[in-house]
């Protein structure tokens, strides 16, 4: 899919969001980007796993892929929050949601995450 292919962030964000829901977990915009062309990150949790930060990153081919960003550290798990409300402060156009079911790596084609 071309870089002018790409579905408007809006709906992308709003097909994640009834996946998840449709898969008996709960999902949520933390916080709002830009309508159409915003950046994703995605927040996956459930409460047996530390939360996981995955943004779209451009490829050498020009694809964007889903790579991990940010893991939380049991050590520390406000650390992993704050660089989640940095990162939104950075970008104005970032929409980051975030996914709470078992395996929700899984909405976003990556696989599961392991500890």
């Not at 062309?37 to 943004?55: F, H, K, N, S, W």
């Not at 798990?77 to 980051?96: A, V």
């Amino acid at each position: 899919m071309a870089v002018d292919d790409r579905l408007p962030a809006h709906l992308e964000v709003s097909g994640l969001i009834r996946a998840v829901d449709a898969a008996g977990g709960f999902a949520t915009v933390i916080s709002k980007g830009e309508r159409t062309a915003g950046t994703i990150m995605v927040v996956c949790c459930d409460r047996a796993t530390q939360a996981r930060a995955y943004e779209r990153m451009p490829q050498l081919d020009g694809s964007r892929k889903w790579v991990l960003s940010r893991k939380q550290e049991a050590e520390n798990p406000r650390e992993f929050t704050e660089w989640c409300n940095r990162r939104g402060e950075q970008d104005e156009d970032l929409w980051i949601v975030e996914l709470d079911i078992v395996n929700a790596e899984r909405f976003i084609d990556v696989k599961p995450f392991t500890s």
